[in-house]
């Protein structure tokens, strides 16, 4: 499993806790099974199971990819098999554990 570790001056990120369970307040683990598009689709999908259907649960990561970085629908299945860098696998992946825990989507991305 791929494991990105990033430092963030600003922000802090509480997805990644230390060994004592707190939240670190400036690194951020991002755990998917690689850094492709079509992993995060798959994170998205296999986080929200509990939540939402796979058809709603992509369409919110349609949503994200599109709001974050301004991708249409075409582009991102074009991209399945291709690389993010780390700031992008960041602005698509933060907003699956508020999603996972019922915040809606709107509220997340700011519209």
């Known amino acids: 499993m791929l494991c990105v570790l990033l430092h963030f001056a600003l922000q ?12 670190h307040p400036y690194f951020c683990a991002v755990q ?9 689709l798959a994170a998205y999908v296999q986080r929200l199971a509990p939540r939402y259907d796979r058809p709603e649960a992509l369409a919110m990561a349609r949503i994200v990819f599109a709001e974050r970085l301004g991708w249409d629908r075409a582009r991102l299945e ?7 860098s780390e700031s992008e696998l960041l602005k698509v ?3 699956i554990k508020r999603l996972a825990a019922g915040e809606p ?3 997340i991305l700011g519209t």
């Open 12 to 23: 802090r990120c509480s997805i990644w806790n230390d060994h004592q369970g707190t939240a």
């Open 32 to 40: 998917i099974a690689g850094n492709t598009v079509g992993a995060v």
């Open 105 to 107: 989507l709107q509220y």
């Open 78 to 84: 074009l991209a399945r098999s291709e690389a993010l």
């Open 93 to 95: 992946y933060l907003p």
